[in-house]
């Protein structure tokens, strides 16, 4: 039922956020980590809907940290501590599944969050498979920009192949000597191997 995934999908989440919480913690300078708190599945065989779930419940202001839907644009998601350690999470999650899944849909009261989606592919990860659509993770692949969190974690950028050779074929260009120390450069190169030779003989 519904119900049920509801609290595999997060309590999974839980767990990865956990680990997460075990490899920033330490870190200098990281501080809080943000925490998906339990929800708890019970079955009431007496009413008509025999499954509920119950969680702890958060009081403050409700915040939606990851953009689920691409038409939303949400300024706390980028401009709070908590919208960037959450986004630093996804990361992590998507780099540490070799992004075969993601964590979306991160939302709750400052650090606790609640009520969060996982993406996968379509075959999706270790025999789990999320709630979400796979969309999500080319989505998050487009969207997301590093941020402090992203690097004290050594995680990679996610620009495209593509952004990198522009990159670097950019760079190269700019670092070329200019053609008078090249043809400095050429007689000395082709002479050293000839040198070499003589002396052995």
């Known amino acids: 039922s519904v119900v049920i995934q509801e609290c595999h999908v997060q ?84 780099e540490k599944t070799n992004g075969n899944l993601l964590v979306t849909d991160l939302q709750g009261v400052g650090m606790k969050l609640t009520d969060v989606g996982i993406a996968t592919l379509a075959k999706g990860y270790k025999g789990f498979k999320g709630n979400c659509s796979f969309s999500f993770i080319e989505q998050f692949k487009a969207l997301h920009q590093c941020n402090e969190y992203c690097e004290m974690l050594g995680l990679k950028s996610l620009r495209t192949t593509h952004q990198k050779q522009r990159k670097a074929t950019s760079m190269k260009c700019k670092n070329l000597p200019n053609s008078s120390t090249v043809k400095k450069m050429v007689p000395k190169k082709a002479r050293e191997p000839r040198d070499l030779i003589s002396s052995e003989h």
């Open 11 to 94: 309590n999974t989440a839980r767990e990865y956020a956990k680990l997460y919480a075990a490899e920033a913690e330490p870190l200098e300078g990281f501080g809080e980590v943000p925490e998906i708190i339990p929800i708890f599945l019970i079955h009431r065989p007496a009413n008509n809907i025999p499954y509920a779930t119950v969680e702890e419940e958060l009081v403050g202001e409700f915040v939606k940290y990851s953009v689920k839907d691409g038409k939303e644009v949400n300024f706390l998601r980028r401009d709070s501590e908590a919208g960037q350690k959450c986004c630093t999470f996804q990361h992590w999650v998507y």
